[in-house]
Nanobody
């Protein structure tokens, strides 16, 4: 059974930074598509960024230039570096994975972590 386990969330003031981690013991970050989604209270889940098997990335417009998705094959870990955080970035952040090819559709992702809460105060 595939499990994705997020860590690194927390509380920070606006303008600060956080780094999220996603461990995937039985799902290769090297050969599969990985990504991050988020969901704020009362809002739908929103794609944040995704990274293809070849390492190419596709961040959402709302986070472009502030957030960076990356992966480390040796540790089989996915990362999300979040800089210049804003209060509107407050949400539960989820690590997601899908075999091989990426998709931008929420329903297209096979595997979801439990989520990690990030709170940005003004």
């Amino acid at each position: 059974q595939v499990q994705l386990m997020e860590s690194g969330g927390g509380s920070v003031q606006a303008g600060g930074s956080l780094r999220l981690f996603c461990a995937a013991p039985r799902f290769s970050v090297r050969t599969n598509c990985m990504g991050w989604f988020r969901q704020a209270p009362g809002k739908e889940r929103e794609r944040v960024a995704q990274i293809e098997p070849d390492g190419s990335t596709r961040p959402a417009e709302s986070v472009k230039g502030r957030f960076t998705i990356s992966k480390e094959s040796a540790r089989n870990t996915l990362y999300l570096q979040m800089n210049s955080l804003k209060p509107e970035d407050t949400a539960m952040y989820y690590c997601v994975g899908v075999p091989k090819e990426c998709t931008t559709r929420v329903e297209g992702w096979n595997y979801w972590g439990q989520g990690t809460q990030d709170t940005v105060s003004s």
